[in-house]
């Protein structure tokens, strides 16, 4: 089904989940928005070779009306590819596409494409250029502040130069830099160092771009503090770990209403969603294995999470299973 992009990004990218595979699916993405109605949501990162070969683009693209503002994460590098894939983000109802440039997996490196790119920054380059002229969208792109012994200063800002000198014009940056042999995906998010004042560096020189800060945010205030020197905070795993802990993120980020947002207020809105999944033949636990970092820190939490992983994978189209779960939540007061 072909969407209307809304085009109203109204400056969402002041928070963004960051994209995050095997996380960041629709149903988390749904999740998501019963929490924040303002933050941008990423996809997983879909590469854009199979975008291009692919005879079922739906299965790929498809989203729900709910999750807008949506960008589409792509990896690829190859400009026709990133091309064709871009055109069908506009046609199918993205507001907006990012190129990766910042995944160091093995697998990904090994397509050439994601964090290994930042070496080639004419390639980026080129790949960008083709991006923005195959569609109106806005064109982002997220990368690290380096890789290996490519980590000056003056790399980095040689690297960011070049691609805004074809138009870019936001840049969501992760503050470590990659290694490329020797670390997984999951150590280069913790050994690394932060190098928070390589970013701060880049916005301070080109105050003119828009600059997006990635990488160890876990709490709201670390948020509120790093807004006051970037335009953009993007949050990965804190998000997806403790999802309350960011229940009033549009009241303080956005200047929205305050709301009272509870643990039970969030399984409730997730019903109607599950029961249409569930009838298009999806299972329960596609949904359930988000919804259980809902609850956290209270008596019983433990227990609750165990029941509802355990009977939703084994009563796997039942919706009773999180009816009952959402009862627990609030004769509990949650």
Sequence with gaps: M?????????????????????YT?????????QISKRALLYTEMIVAKALYHSNKIDTLLDFN????????????????????????????????????????????????????????PDLVARCLEAMIESSD????????????????????????????????????????????????PKQNREIPPLEYEKVAYIKNKRPELIIELNGGINTMEECLSKLKIFDGIMVGRSVYKHPLRWKNLDEVVFGEKPNKLKASNIINSMIPYAEIHLKNDGKLWDICKHLIQIVENVPGAKSWRNNLTINSQKYKNDLIIIEKAARQLEEAGL
């Design 137 to 184: 969208l806005p064109i982002t792109i997220k990368h690290r502040i380096g890789i290996d012994n490519l980590d000056s200063q003056e790399f980095l800002l040689h690297f960011v130069d070049k691609i805004a000198s074809i138009g870019a014009k936001r840049f969501s940056i992760h503050a470590r830099k990659a290694w490329l042999n020797g670390l997984n």
């Design 65 to 120: 009306e709910i999750e807008h503002p949506i960008s589409l994460q792509i990896g690829g590098d190859n400009p026709k590819h990133l091309a064709r894939a871009t055109k069908l983000a506009q046609d199918w109802g993205y507001d907006e596409v990012n190129l990766n440039v910042g995944c160091p997996s093995a697998r990904v490196k090994s397509g050439n494409f994601g964090a290994c790119m930042m070496a080639d």
């Design 25 to 33: 699916d629709r149903h988390f993405r749904v999740l998501m928005r």
């Design 2 to 22: 072909i969407k209307e992009p809304s085009h109203d990004l109204d400056r969402s990218y002041r928070f963004s989940v960051a994209p995050m595979m095997d």
